[in-house]
């Protein structure tokens, strides 16, 4: 499956912006390079979440698995150019699944564990998958139960894999445990005649306009920035990364994955988020580089004995992002530990700025400001800015902005960005400008003496940051409409100190009707429409109607004031 342009193809090869590379030709360089070196670490609390020990392997562990799980899958008639669905939580299984779909030539479709039917439905049918691979259980949600539900909605969905003890593994689907242990295919080499242009995975965004779009990507899209973060961190070989996000997302595949492979080091994972396992695995497994969303910042400065045993000396830096990040935190935490803060943002999409200490020594500044990456005249030493070029853009003249104080529209185009939405050329067509910059949706402005910053100023695009997730409050309005009885819907985001954003749902009932509690409404959304937690409104206000622009659109400034002013109130009913 190849779906970028020949002429861009030809044109990122031939100046040398794309790798001549694929995933398995870099695992299998590794794995004869350093056989005996630690590859991966489960999370330690595996056997409470997914019921099995947690394992160590090493590259040559590793590669062995891959080997006999490509030639597994191959033997149960998996192709190049099918899509599985990946529905994992982090473990050892999941990249090794990743690698043995990257060598058969098989598109990997990774979704977030939060999935419920509605969401993976959807995924699948979008995809045209041919199967789904999942846990039997992640916590306490049955997984596998959830997979035949998708099967029955889903003819086109041919296999079923699970993870997890045999017992649990449904009839008719396909046992991965069992499928890993088998030792008749343990030297399988299966030559799929892949190669850095063909599509590798199908990620997902948070569709902002309705419904989440895909993204796919190729080998060479993905290892293009190959050794944009461990550059960027100054990474050793053999550098040890504790992963605290699902490995499904693109943040995830660019901070975490490819600085591994990058260092040929050890990944360790962690799943779900837990503050004292975290820190754990921070003290025990000399960790040089991880990322912490803001809230686990918030918590760490609050209460610094928790990193009491941890080698500062070893961690090399923190990335942090998703959501703004205060100056004081990140001067607080350089203080007390004596560990940099890389404040980062970027996009599925492949948009990216950093804003590292080489770059802005200032942690002050660093909180707030990101260099002008891929603008003449200016030079950083931020990888990623070799890989693109930026502009603002005034959304309602599509003039560009090169003065101060004046938000526009963050537009990028380069060897980094993706090609498109999966089987959505309307969407496509409208993600990108005349001149072929990618509209990120996101406003920023110039800053500095030399306007040499951006300083984020807010979005266009209607979505809510929840704990690092992109939630779009067009498809949970939709979802809360399917309530009898509601007129009209608002969805909005609401401050959360941990979490960034919470997600609040403005409701007005039509006549004759009462309105739900927020349980009641919260229960119907989970048990009848079967939506991730996440997506579940945290916060009900009803009212008498929707205040409206002028152009009759719903006035979302408005509500969000009046929900802001109302907090202390806790309008949740």
Request: net charge negative.
């Amino acid at each position: 499956m190849i779906l970028s342009s020949g002429q861009r193809i030809a044109a990122m090869h031939g100046s040398g912006a794309w790798p001549d590379l694929t995933f398995d030709r870099l695992l299998r360089g590794i794995v004869d390079s350093h056989p005996e070196r630690e590859a991966i670490v489960d999370p330690p609390n595996r056997q409470q979440v997914l019921g099995s020990p947690a394992r160590r392997l090493t590259w040559a562990e590793f590669g062995r698995a891959v080997d006999v799980l490509s030639g597994q899958l191959s033997a149960c008639g998996l192709r190049k150019d099918d899509v599985v669905v990946v529905q994992l939580a982090n473990s050892w299984e999941l990249v090794a699944l990743y690698f043995a779909c990257f060598r058969l030539g098989v598109v990997v479709s990774p979704v977030a564990a939060q999935y419920r039917d509605h969401e993976l439905i959807y995924v699948v049918q979008c995809t045209g998958a041919k199967a789904l691979v999942t846990n039997a259980r992640i916590g306490a949600h049955a997984h596998a139960a959830m997979a035949l539900r998708v099967q029955q909605q889903c003819p086109g969905l041919s296999w079923l894999f699970v993870l997890g003890a045999s017992a649990d593994v449904p009839a008719g689907a396909f046992d991965l445990a069992a499928m890993l242990a088998a030792p008749s295919v343990a030297a399988a080499i299966v030559e799929a005649g892949v190669g850095p242009d063909d599509v590798v995975t199908i990620i997902w965004t948070s569709g902002s306009e309705g419904r989440p779009k895909g993204i796919h990507r190729s080998h060479a899209l993905w290892l293009v920035q190959l050794n944009t973060v461990a550059d960027a961190f100054g990474l050793p070989d053999g550098a040890r990364l504790l992963n605290g996000r699902p490995l499904v997302n693109h943040g995830a595949m660019i901070g975490t994955l490819l600085p591994w492979l990058s260092r040929a080091g050890t990944i360790v994972l962690h799943h779900p988020f837990a503050l004292d396992t975290y820190v754990q695995q921070l003290r025990d497994e000399r960790i040089d580089f991880t990322s912490m969303a803001p809230a686990i910042l918030v918590s760490l400065v609050s209460e610094p004995e928790l990193l009491d045993g941890v080698d500062f000396t070893r961690l090399r830096g923190v990335s942090s992002g998703s959501a703004p990040l205060s100056p004081t935190l990140i001067q607080e935490f350089e203080r007390r530990f004596g560990v940099r803060v890389f404040n980062l943002y970027g996009s599925s999409e492949g948009a990216s700025l950093g804003s590292s200490p080489s770059d802005v020594p200032d942690p002050v500044l660093r909180a707030t400001l990101f260099p002008r990456l891929g603008v003449p005249g200016y030079d950083w030493s931020y990888p990623s800015g070799r890989l693109q070029e930026t502009r603002l853009v005034d959304p309602d003249s599509a003039q560009q902005i090169d003065a101060a104080g004046r938000p526009g529209e963050l537009r990028v185009r380069g060897p980094i960005i993706f090609d498109g939405y999966f089987n959505d050329p309307e969407a496509t067509r409208a993600a990108f400008d005349d001149q072929g910059f990618y509209r990120t949706g996101d406003l920023f402005e110039l800053a500095g003496e030399r306007l040499e910053y951006y300083r984020y100023v807010g979005r266009c695009k209607d979505i809510i940051v929840r704990g690092g997730y992109n939630i779009s409050a067009m498809e949970v309005e939709n979802l809360v409409a399917t309530y009898p009885g509601i007129k009209e819907v608002a969805v909005i985001g609401f401050a959360d100190e941990r979490l960034g954003e919470r997600v609040c749902a403005v409701i007005a009932m039509r006549d004759g009707h009462d309105a739900p509690s927020l349980d009641r409404l919260v229960g119907f959304l989970r048990n009848e429409q079967r939506v991730a937690a996440l997506k579940l409104p945290e916060k009900l206000v009803v009212v008498d109607a929707l205040p409206r622009n002028a152009n009759t659109k719903v006035d979302k400034p408005r509500l969000r004031k009046t929900l802001h002013a109302s907090q202390d109130g806790n309008p949740a009913g």
